[in-house]
């Protein structure tokens, strides 16, 4: 890795507040806030920085809520800040990109794009992996990054493909912006705050991390627990980085923070699964120094006091009505439906719990309105979501090369990826992509593109069809605004009769403006699928462990606590994972559950079930014990997750 951390520190002074799970970092945080405006600090030169977009609507709740005044302060996640710092046209001409980040499904025609290397795919994804981690970790400032031809080589390729593109992925935003503003001092300047905090700092990457230092010019304070450290909204998070900041800063005053207001039982956990992902990353290392270790004693805990409940159901269904009374109980007792969070392995789950708890009237927010979107995108009829947000997308800006390289792939088995390849190259040398296409397009219309101007005619073709059919969209796109402009946009994607809204795209669009223009819309679209919220309402949060960091509940519930789920599939099949790789799983998964754990501050209950129908449990990638017939049907027998044994004590361990 390059050795940065010299850069880590400008001139500002440093406080680090650390402490476990609810032991009152946020909340010194919003005090720490007051205190820097109450001595004379301009809130708006103030800068606030969240591990997600849901800690930071509920940090500017509370800063609000705190001192009127406070409400100037600009609360966001780095990765908002980085991309409106690529946003400026300084940052456009040192990069040649839109500040804009590649939704998930145009991944997708990146990765088939990257096929032309004729390596397998499991080698390209390995690859584009550890690019992605060095990206985070900011290891391509080190000239020895990169050692092999073939990682070389294939990491050109993929810069020269993003450029095409002109666009970004998550991994490399906050990692760019780094580069930008360390290589301008003027731009840095103009970025910069005089106070700027960062919440859960061990949930940020390496990059984003430095981002945050980067542009703190007076003072830098950091609220971290470097025990738990989790993928919640940033690729490879960086717990190391608050070591590496204590040794930047010569002047940092550490605050411990000890007092937690969580149960006994709920801290108990917390610590036993901590535990357990630390023992697995032991054994790892230990395998690596060809050592064995024995089980951690730290599992080996009694059964954990009343304060956690721990549910066993039969069937889903049953489990699903657990949850449902849970909620009803809470409720009754005083408490808001915002109080209360469950957490769900899947959506399946999430709709299943939804149904419930809107039969009586509760309402709910599901992360799912929010999150990205997904789809197979070579079936149009897996991928209409992502085709009606492509077509927005180029209402706003026709130009819009990575947009415009999704619509022509559309549908397509190979997403025409054998045309692109001849084409993506031209684009790379300043040519756009928009007026390629233009030009191949006329071509096949009037019959005048010569034989060997393009190989694949057949993709031409498809092309060109899809180029007629994104005109005749445009043009009936042309004036309107808000939700009738989204819902024509709709209606002109029809696959198999659908006309409908998108549920994901009616969700991302909630609260857009009447007047809103294409432009707006569109904005408004990316903006929340690349920073996705729940909404801000009075709702029981429906949310996968990864989505709970920040939020405002006091009680939860964890449904689908099964292995197969928690940890998944994957961790049981050799087959698919080597016992190295399994013990990394079971990591990820410990730490994914410890931020939804401590929202427990009134109470948590883990719930699972025992026997699903073998045909869901195979669906569903359930690790079954055995299967059995029960009143004439199949039925398979599924055991509680690893994670309720590791907290009840048991030693866990892999082979």
């Known amino acids: 890795m390059a050795d940065t951390t010299s850069s ?28 820097l405006v109450a001595h004379g600090a301009d809130p708006v030169d103030i800068l606030v920085l969240a591990a997600t977009p849901d800690a930071a609507r509920v940090l500017r709740h509370r800063l609000a809520k705190t001192e009127e005044s406070l409400a100037a302060v600009e609360v966001t996640v780095p990765r908002a800040f980085a991309l409106d ?18 939704a998930r499904y145009e991944e997708s025609f990146l990765m088939e794009d990257m096929k032309v290397t004729g390596m397998r795919p499991g080698r390209i994804n390995g690859l584009v992996h550890f690019f992605y981690r060095g990206w985070t970790e900011l290891s391509d400032g080190d000239d020895d990054w990169l050692i092999f031809a073939e990682e070389r080589e294939t990491h050109e390729l993929l810069r020269r493909l993003l450029a095409a593109y002109g666009a970004f992925l998550e991994p490399e935003i906050s990692n760019t912006a780094v580069r930008f503003l360390a290589a301008d001092e003027d731009a840095r300047a103009k970025a910069s705050r005089r106070h ?135 409720l009754e007792a005083g408490a808001r439906p915002a109080d209360l969070a469950i957490v769900v392995p899947n959506r399946t789950w999430e709709r299943n719990i939804a149904r419930r708890l809107t039969a009586v ?109 994104l005109a005749e969209a445009l043009a009936s796109l042309q004036g309107l605004t808000g939700k009738t402009l989204i819902q024509q946009a709709a209606a002109a994607v029809e696959v198999e009769g659908a006309t409908d809204v998108p549920a994901i795209i009616a969700g991302l669009a909630r609260e857009l403006p009447a007047d809103a223009d294409a432009d707006a819309v569109a904005a408004t679209l990316w903006s929340e699928l690349t920073c996705p919220a729940l909404a801000d309402t ?59 754990l401590a929202l427990g501050e009134n109470g948590a209950t883990l719930l699972s079930f025992s026997t699903v129908r073998a045909t869901d449990a195979e669906r569903l990638g359930l690790s079954v014990s055995r299967f059995f017939i029960e009143n004439g049907t199949r039925q398979a027998r599924v055991a509680r997750s690893l994670l309720i044994d590791c907290i009840e004590g048991e030693a866990i361990t892999v082979e």
Request: with cysteine; aromatic share 4%; hydrophobic share 45%.
């Open 8 to 35: 880590l520190a400008g001139g500002a002074r440093a406080l680090l507040l650390r402490g476990a799970e609810k032991t009152g970092k946020t909340e010194r945080l919003v005090q720490r806030t007051a205190e």
């Open 85 to 102: 710092v690529l946003a400026t046209p300084e940052a456009q001409a040192f990069t040649g990109r839109k500040a804009r980040m590649l």
């Open 196 to 330: 700027v905090l960062v919440d859960d700092y061990q949930h940020l990457s390496r990059a984003s991390q430095h981002l945050a230092n980067l542009v703190a010019a007076d003072t830098l304070t950091v609220a971290a627990n470097p025990a738990s450290a989790s993928e919640v909204y940033e690729s490879y998070p960086y717990p190391a980085g608050v070591d590496e900041l204590m040794e930047a800063y010569d002047g940092l005053v550490v605050e411990e923070l000890e007092a937690s207001a969580l149960p006994a039982g709920t801290v108990a956990a917390l610590e036993r699964l901590g535990a357990l992902s630390i023992q697995m990353a032991a054994e790892n290392k230990a395998v690596e120094n060809g050592k064995v270790l024995a089980p951690s004693p730290a599992n080996a805990a009694p059964v954990p006091p009343d304060e956690l409940a721990i549910v066993a159901c039969k069937t889903p269904a049953a489990e699903c009505e657990r949850v449902g009374l849970w909620a009803e109980a809470a």
């Open 361 to 469: 009237d509760i309402p709910v927010r599901k992360s799912t309105e929010t999150s990205n979107i997904g789809g197979d995108v070579r079936y149009r009829d897996l991928c209409r979501a992502a085709q009606v947000a492509t077509l927005i997308m180029l209402a706003a800006d026709p130009a819009d090369a990575a947009a415009l390289r999704a619509w022509c792939g559309f549908g397509d088995y190979l997403t025409c990826r054998a045309l692109f390849s001849e084409l993506l190259p031209t684009c790379q040398d300043g040519v756009p992509l928009a007026s390629l296409l233009a030009q191949v397009h006329e071509g096949a219309q009037n019959g005048t593109l010569a034989s060997d101007d393009i190989t694949y005619r057949g993709d031409v073709e498809k092309m060109s069809a899809r180029l007629t059919n």
């Open 538 to 596: 009075d709702g029981v949060a429906l949310v996968t462990a990864d989505r709970t960091v920040g939020l405002e509940a006091t009680q939860v519930a964890a449904s689908g606590l099964v292995n197969g789920f928690a940890p998944v599939h994957a961790f049981f099949d050799r087959t698919k994972s080597s016992p190295e790789k399994a013990r990394t799983l079971l990591s990820r998964c410990a730490e994914s559950y410890r931020p939804a």
